[in-house]
């Protein structure tokens, strides 16, 4: 078929079009990749930081919960010895009130033959066990931990009555437990609970 000749002269090529028609404007200039370029970038590397921040706060997660359980776990012996009485209501005091309680901050270890920790009659320093690279707790690459980076302190206080004289059945026990992150930094964790004579 023929195009008639007054009609490709009518027609006119893209490339003679005037500018700012549609046919000029098709792609991306050269600015406008590096300006795209720019912005991920910056949101790459805010992504990466965030990363590395997660793993971080991760790690003092697991640390802050190990001092807590601790804690719990002191808290815990107190009562069940003043069930069992295997001390008497007057040895839950701290040393310099006559009692068995160390008065400073002392390693983690684990319990004596009193089944109380932060006595005199403390064992070694406390390790845990903990999952290897398959996740699972009891297999062959569990990891072993000694806990030389956490420290205890239980300090037993009165409980005063509205007339300021101490209440002969009660008592608080404050329990601290300290311990140095892997970035050097000090953290500590503290719980207080009660204790009466009588169950």
Known sequence: MKVPLKMKMKMKSPVCQEKGSIASTVGYSLLEVM???VVS???L???LALFSQSVVTMFLVQEDLLA???VREILESVSTARNTHSVSWGDIENVADSGIFQDDFLPMKVAGNDGLVGTSDDGAVETIQLPGPD???GTGDDISRTLTNYERKVVVDEVLMQ???PYPNLKKITVTVQYTTSQGFQRSVAMSSFVSQHR
């Open 45 to 47: 590397v805010a992504l």
């Open 135 to 137: 996740g699972q707790l």
């Open 41 to 43: 970038s910056i949101g």
């Open 163 to 165: 007339d300021s004289n």
């Open 68 to 70: 807590r359980q601790k």
């Open 35 to 37: 300006m795209a370029v």
